[in-house]
């Protein structure tokens, strides 16, 4: 038999080896999940702080639903004068990083000037940064061309919009009796990727009554300043737990203990997740620009390339990827982070938009291209 107590004794050493290694074992994991977390706080960029993109609420007032859907695209409701605030909250706090008005006129588009059918226009193309999100509309200090030249100017940017999606608006205002002659583009790095969307039904139910909405609408009727707080936390505790109600349940501790280190698993993971889905959209984007410059000629269009707040130094890869597919298209581009000279200081704390003095700098020198593309001659 060797159970017996001079076996058991034996035993002793063996238990107390696996017990130290299963220690040192543990240790270093611990060790090294300390690390790698120290690591990635210190070391791996952060680009969202204690107000994330995330973590902003879009609250609007104004005629009817605010926006109106074409199809697959959209404009806002026509003749109406709409509010829009931004805020950010943050874990126990918020602040409203703008608040503004501004006029949409008879096509739905931020300007207060309805258009024309049949007059010659030149059109601007673009996002939020076209449409002003963030400020009173900048399209209303663009230098208008000289009195001699008859170009019906347009404001064509909606927010969160992309190259496909413009293509599709120039074809809608021309399908409306619009006659566009000239077409300038506003894009930023980040449009080249952008596909083609509009509202759905409960989005548009919500922004046309604050009764109807959720909390994870993602854009919102404005409610009344008494009520803001409690719209804030109620749509606050939504995403915070819409953010952790992961696949696995795991993730959702790894999240709470381990952030920097779930900052960089989450990058990557969604990095890989959407890296198909980024080609096809870039393969769209490529075929709009395409379209765009066969549609008008491409002595007609131009593409300007604004800078984004995140590219102090210059435009990201995929600017220089949406650059070189301009070129490829045989596009006329102009680089308008020289001219325009934005800084930080040009933008919003925690908003990535230009504020007020941005958008001055936005249509001063977008001010100048508009000039040379309305006094120079047409090939259609």
Same mark, same amino acid.
Request: net charge negative.
């Given at each position: 038999?060797t159970n017996?107590?001079?076996?058991?004794?034996?035993?002793?050493?063996?238990?107390?080896?696996?017990?130290?290694?299963?220690?040192?074992?543990?240790?270093?994991?611990?060790?090294?999940?300390v690390?790698v977390?120290?690591?990635?706080?210190?070391?791996?960029?952060?680009?969202?702080?204690?107000?994330?993109?995330?973590n902003?609420?879009?609250?609007?007032?104004?005629? %009817?639903?605010?926006? +109106?859907?074409? +199809?697959?695209?959209?404009?806002?409701?026509?003749?109406?004068?709409?509010?829009?605030e931004?805020?950010?909250?943050?874990?126990?706090?918020?602040?409203?990083?703008y608040?503004?008005?501004?006029?949409?006129?008879?096509?739905?588009?931020?300007?207060?000037? @309805?258009?024309?059918?049949? $007059?010659?226009?030149?059109?601007?193309?673009?996002?939020?940064?076209?449409?002003?999100?963030?400020?009173?509309?900048?399209?209303?200090?663009?230098?208008?061309? $000289?009195?001699?030249?008859?170009?019906?100017?347009?404001?064509?940017?909606?927010?969160?919009?992309?190259?496909?999606?413009?293509?599709?608006?120039?074809?809608?205002?021309?399908e409306? @009796?619009?006659?566009?002659?000239?077409?300038?583009?506003?894009?930023?790095?980040?449009?080249?990727?952008?596909?083609?969307?509009?509202?759905?039904?409960?989005?548009?139910?919500?922004?046309?009554?604050?009764?109807?909405?959720? @909390?994870d609408?993602?854009?919102?009727?404005?409610?009344?300043?008494?009520?803001l707080?409690?719209?804030?936390?109620?749509?606050?505790?939504?995403?915070?737990?819409?953010?952790?109600?992961?696949?696995?349940?795991?993730?959702?501790?790894?999240?709470?203990w381990?952030?920097?280190?779930?900052?960089?698993?989450?990058?990557?993971?969604?990095?890989?997740?959407?890296?198909?889905?980024? +080609?096809?959209?870039?393969?769209?984007?490529?075929?709009?620009?395409?379209?765009?410059? $066969?549609?008008?000629g491409?002595?007609?269009?131009?593409?300007?390339?604004?800078?984004?707040?995140?590219?102090?130094?210059?435009?990201?890869?995929?600017?220089?990827?949406?650059? $070189?597919?301009?070129?490829?298209?045989?596009?006329?581009?102009?680089? %308008?982070?020289?001219?325009?000279?934005l800084?930080?200081?040009?933008?919003?704390?925690?908003?990535?938009?230009?504020?007020?003095?941005?958008y001055?700098?936005?249509?001063?020198?977008?001010?100048?291209?508009?000039?040379q593309?309305?006094?120079?001659?047409?090939?259609r």
């Amino acid at each position: 038999m060797t159970n017996g107590p001079e076996a058991i004794g034996r035993s002793k050493p063996a238990l107390i080896r696996i017990i130290v290694a299963t220690s040192l074992i543990a240790a270093s994991s611990t060790t090294g999940f300390v690390l790698v977390e120290l690591l990635s706080h210190f070391f791996v960029p952060w680009t969202e702080g204690a107000y994330s993109s995330n973590n902003r609420i879009m609250f609007f007032e104004g005629g %009817g639903t605010i926006f +109106e859907n074409h +199809e697959d695209i959209f404009t806002y409701v026509p003749n109406s004068e709409i509010r829009h605030e931004a805020v950010y909250f943050s874990d126990d706090d918020f602040v409203v990083e703008y608040d503004y008005h501004f006029h949409t006129n008879n096509y739905g588009l931020v300007q207060e000037a @309805g258009l024309a059918p049949a $007059r010659p226009s030149l059109l601007l193309l673009g996002n939020s940064f076209t449409e002003g999100q963030g400020a009173e509309p900048w399209f209303s200090e663009l230098a208008t061309p $000289r009195k001699d030249v008859e170009y019906q100017m347009i404001n064509g940017g909606l927010i969160g919009t992309g190259f496909e999606q413009w293509s599709k608006l120039a074809r809608f205002l021309s399908e409306q @009796g619009i006659k566009v002659e000239k077409v300038l583009i506003l894009f930023i790095s980040g449009d080249y990727t952008r596909r083609v969307w509009n509202f759905s039904p409960s989005i548009l139910d919500c922004l046309a009554m604050l009764a109807a909405c959720r @909390g994870d609408e993602g854009f919102y009727r404005l409610p009344p300043a008494s009520d803001l707080p409690p719209w804030v936390t109620k749509i606050r505790a939504l995403r915070t737990q819409t953010g952790t109600a992961t696949k696995y349940p795991f993730q959702g501790g790894a999240r709470s203990w381990l952030p920097a280190t779930f900052h960089v698993y989450d990058y990557w993971r969604a990095k890989f997740e959407k890296s198909s889905d980024i +080609e096809l959209a870039k393969q769209r984007s490529d075929a709009a620009i395409g379209t765009i410059i $066969r549609r008008y000629g491409a002595s007609n269009v131009v593409f300007m390339h604004l800078p984004q707040k995140d590219e102090p130094n210059g435009p990201s890869q995929q600017g220089v990827d949406v650059r $070189r597919a301009i070129r490829n298209a045989g596009g006329n581009l102009i680089d %308008g982070y020289t001219p325009c000279r934005l800084t930080a200081l040009d933008y919003h704390v925690h908003d990535g938009h230009p504020n007020t003095q941005g958008y001055g700098k936005i249509a001063h020198c977008v001010s100048r291209v508009v000039q040379q593309m309305a006094t120079s001659g047409s090939d259609r």
